[in-house]
């Protein structure tokens, strides 16, 4: 368990968290998966959120799985691009949290995951907690937490 006074401190920077859905960069679960293609090209972004038209959250979608998909013996077949759709494609597996401040269980998953996908108790896409956010918290934690408490060794 991460010491309390530690979480107090951690939980300073809690508006810095999740980046809300209204700023994340999203794909429709319909789209074809030529539309993804450029969408993940132009953002830059490694993997996206896959939503559909109620904003429910259905997945993640990287430039690799599309590729990967197009792959065959000895060629990358591009008309596929306009056949399949984003459904046909996307990794449905990726852990999901509700809670973006359960720090604790969030370090544990983005030791695997460059980010998080947050849904509410309906499965509505709410944001994303990165680790990038997450890990400059920690910094932020590890350098002032000498000015707010006085650290004392145990066995002195
Ligand atoms: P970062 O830690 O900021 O590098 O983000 C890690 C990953 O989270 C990126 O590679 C993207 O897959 C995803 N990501 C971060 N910010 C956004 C955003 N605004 N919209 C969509 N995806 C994002």
Redesign the pocket.
């Known amino acids: 368990m991460i010491e309390k006074h530690l979480q107090e401190m951690l939980l300073r920077r809690r508006d810095k968290f999740m980046?809300p859905a209204s700023?994340?960069?999203?794909v429709n679960v319909n789209n074809s998966l030529g539309h993804a293609f450029l969408v993940l090209t132009k953002?830059r972004?490694?993997?996206?959120?896959v939503v559909d038209n109620e904003n429910l959250y259905r997945g993640q979608l990287s430039l690799a799985m599309i590729t990967d998909r197009l792959l065959e013996t000895d060629r990358i077949n591009v008309e596929k691009l306009n056949e399949l759709t984003v459904a046909d494609v996307m990794q449905t597996d990726a852990p999901v949290i509700q809670d973006p401040f359960a720090i604790e269980k969030n370090l544990h998953l983005l030791l695997d995951q460059?980010?998080l996908a947050v849904v509410n108790k309906d499965g509505i896409f709410c944001g994303?907690v990165?680790?990038?956010?997450l890990l400059k918290t920690v910094n932020y934690t590890l350098h002032n937490f000498g000015e707010t408490y006085k650290i004392t060794p145990k066995n002195k």
């Open positions: 980046i700023l994340v960069a999203t953002d972004y490694a993997k996206i959120i460059s980010f994303i990165t680790r990038r956010e």
